[in-house]
């Protein structure tokens, strides 16, 4: 994606060059203070609604997810709200009734539904920084790179399950956790059969696709996730499953809408709502959407029906992200500083980042084989 906003970059040259004490926020617990909210034009349910609003991403049942422990300390895995892996928590509410972090949810009921994500897990983010007063103070910035780490979430997730799976003290209290009430050595066995299958689905899936150097926080080959996803798992094609290692950093979603084209190799065509929900049905593939195509022989054609994908989530997540506007700088700005970052960006950055409107106040994206990742 060539097209971005100038007064975004000279925010980041202002970063490096006037405020070094600033710094994400670190991976673990956050401050207990709440956080403050950049002015993006957003009300509280409208972030809200971008936490928490489904899409159909089926990672695995809830109820499954909420009885998994940890491997390093006897405690539920998602007992710090993921913290550890650099995701954000969500206080409990109406639409978040298990307190669930930032951009993660339920499809369906608690016993029943399935544990999730949305697009809000990658793309919000949060900045630490000292006040005068010697104070901690904490940013929420709707729609920016997350800093999240993804590959431990999931090489831990695929631990955690095999181990319960194959030690039986493990899995007797995992059962016993599933079923509640219902527990019995009858049902325990039926419930091992199908997280057996589970396991060895995305463990499966895992072992085919993440690579031995990990991505990195705040980074992920979503390209490769995907295509692994739809093109080897759902399609049942060995062959065409590859190692996901061209890792890129998260794209910021603000003024994504008014782009021509998204992705950072400008490879996806974009400005209609249509072609938003394409993309962002592949998003939902690559975060475990079930999909299950399958031949029509007689009428010679696929069917693409069975998939888990929630279209409505979709459409009101990307009307959500129209209206999200970029976060202005929050501290005093340095004008001298500020005068020779626009000139650095000229020099090096316009190039590409000019902005070149189409009708309606689209962006015109170039697009040109500058070979900065050709892995990607």
């Not at 909210?37 to 009300?43: H, L, M």
């Not at 544990?115 to 940013?139: N, P, S, V, W």
């Not at 493990?170 to 059969?193: E, H, I, M, P």
């Not at 991505?215 to 996901?244: K, S, T, Y």
């Amino acid at each position: 994606m060539k097209a971005s906003q100038k007064s975004v970059l000279f925010s980041l040259l202002a970063i490096g060059m006037a405020a070094p004490a600033l710094a994400q926020s670190a991976t673990g617990n956050l401050a207990a203070t709440a956080p403050q909210y950049a002015k993006q034009g957003w009300t509280v349910d409208d972030r809200q609604a971008f936490y928490t609003t489904n899409q159909g991403s089926h990672m695995m049942p809830f109820s499954w997810f909420k009885a998994l422990r940890r491997l390093d300390v006897d405690e539920p895995f998602g007992g710090d709200q993921l913290q550890r892996y650099g995701y954000l928590p969500n206080e409990k509410s109406k639409v978040n009734p298990e307190g669930l972090p930032v951009g993660f949810v339920i499809d369906g009921d608690t016993s029943t539904g399935f544990f999730g994500m949305t697009c809000a897990a990658c793309h919000t983010a949060e900045i630490e920084y000292k006040q005068k007063d010697g104070g901690t103070q904490r940013l929420r910035l709707d729609g920016a790179p997350a800093t999240a780490d993804f590959q431990p979430f999931l090489t831990d997730l695929t631990a955690a399950a095999r181990a319960t799976l194959s030690d039986a003290g493990r899995f007797q209290k995992f059962a016993r956790d599933v079923l509640g009430q219902r527990y019995s050595a009858t049902r325990a066995d039926a419930l091992k059969n199908d997280f057996g299958v589970w396991v060895a689905d995305f463990g499966g899936f895992m072992d085919k696709s993440l690579p031995k150097t990990p991505w990195g926080p705040g980074r992920l080959d979503a390209f490769g996730m995907i295509f692994n996803r739809v093109a080897g798992r759902d399609l049942g094609i060995e062959g065409n499953f590859q190692v996901a290692d061209a890792p890129v950093s998260y794209p910021f979603l603000w003024n994504a809408s008014r782009q021509d084209r998204t992705q950072w190799n400008g490879g996806v065509p974009n400005g209609l709502y249509i072609n938003a929900i394409g993309r962002n049905t592949g998003e939902v593939f690559g975060v475990f959407a079930d999909f299950t195509p399958r031949r029509r022989p007689i009428l010679r054609t696929i069917d693409f029906g069975r998939n888990s994908v929630k279209f409505a989530g979709l459409q009101l997540l990307e009307e959500k992200i129209a209206t999200l506007r970029p976060p202005p700088w929050p501290f005093d700005l340095n004008q001298e500083l500020v005068n020779k970052g626009r000139v650095l960006f000229a020099q090096h950055c316009g190039g590409c980042h000019e902005e070149r409107h189409l009708p309606n106040g689209m962006w015109l994206t170039p697009v040109s084989p500058v070979g900065t990742d050709p892995r990607m």
